[in-house]
């Protein structure tokens, strides 16, 4: 089956989505806000899965940040503190996952607990480096039809993704592609955690900064690709922190750590895409990074070499 559509609507990459409804200067504005923002959709490329024995296309999933909170933790990128040497680990912890079930209860059930555990890890975090810590809002849909959000308006064309907006990680679960990953859950779990990592971001006031040097710099400028790349990459780096702490805490098998790492080589920007989200190999290598160091300051792609984050 061909992969879930992104969030936008069909047509030339270059042109910017067009927000439905009102008009004049602050629907522009809003317009502007939300393209500065969104459109950072995680493309895949076909892989294999070797634990699962399938191959296909994997979804994709996007971070939608919050129009006018650019002021939310500390403005900077590479310098932030949440990302100043030697940087900071997860723990390890034992997480107590609810069983996965493409049934829309037992699913929000299961990114319940794990939103519950993400918290418990990230929060020491933040506060160590100083910043406040609220977690997300969480919606799970069995499908995009009839949602409408800050940031996507009423459009049904979008995967999973976190809007800033209303701080809110959205999980339809038609597009998380069940029929080819099943009941390989760890999947759906790095899929959750690359989002939640979205929105530490935007605590940490890194988000903010980023976009607001993509609007200066012109948002499908390389300079400001670059950046899309570099904010899309780490959020990469801390699924694979998360991901660590919980395989420390014996809450995910070698074998279900090793998928999620596999699973992370398979996405990127695919040929003749928006060049926003990295190649493959690079979300892979950062993904990586984050399981194998477990430490924020290594997740710092802000200061990477442009031949790492391209």
């Known amino acids: ?34 393209i500065v923002t969104s459109g950072l959709i995680r493309f895949a490329v076909r892989t ?29 990128t590479g310098a932030n503190p949440l990302l100043a040497d030697p940087g900071s680990p997860l723990n390890p912890a034992r997480c107590p996952y609810t069983p996965w079930s493409t049934q829309v209860d037992a699913a929000r059930a299961f990114f319940d607990s794990a939103a519950a555990c993400l918290a418990d890890a990230w929060k020491p ?19 995009t039809s009839g949602i409408t959000t800050p940031c996507s308006g009423s459009s049904s064309n979008f995967a999973a993704f976190y809007c800033g907006a ?9 597009q998380l592609q069940t ?28 988000l903010g900064a980023a976009n607001k040097q993509r609007r200066q710099t012109g948002l499908y400028s390389d300079e400001g690709l670059d950046l899309s790349r570099r904010i899309e990459l780490q959020a990469n780096c801390f699924d694979g922190m998360y ?6 805490g014996k809450s995910l098998t070698p074998v279900q750590a090793q ?15 928006m060049r926003s989200h990295g190649t493959a190999e690079h979300a892979g ?22 031949g790492q984050v391209s």
Not at 62 to 73: C, L, R
Not at 166 to 174: H, K, L, V
Not at 260 to 266: L, Q, T, V
């Open 285 to 306: 290598d950062w993904w990586s990074t984050g399981f194998d160091k477990n430490a924020t300051a290594p997740c710092n792609t802000f200061i990477a070499p442009s």
């Open 243 to 248: 991901f660590a702490s919980s395989a420390g």
């Open 166 to 174: 209303d701080q809110t990680i959205y999980m339809p679960i038609s």
């Open 48 to 76: 294999g899965f070797d634990a699962a024995s399938h191959t296909g296309e994997h979804g994709n999933y996007s971070y939608n940040p919050p129009p006018g909170k650019d002021s939310a933790g500390v403005p900077e």
């Open 125 to 143: 975090v933040l506060e160590q480096a100083k910043l406040s810590f609220t977690p997300p809002k969480l919606v799970v849909t069995a499908n």
């Open 179 to 206: 029929d080819m990953f099943h009941d390989h859950w760890e999947i759906y779990l790095s899929v959750f955690a690359h989002e939640y990592g979205h929105h530490i971001q935007a605590l940490s006031g890194i």
């Open 259 to 273: 998928s999620a790492r596999k699973d992370a080589y398979g996405r990127g920007d695919s040929a003749g895409d």
């Open 1 to 34: 089956m061909p992969p879930p559509r992104p969030y936008g609507p069909a047509g030339p990459r270059s042109a910017p989505p067009r927000k439905r409804g009102g008009g004049g200067f602050g629907a522009v504005v809003v317009v502007v806000l939300l």
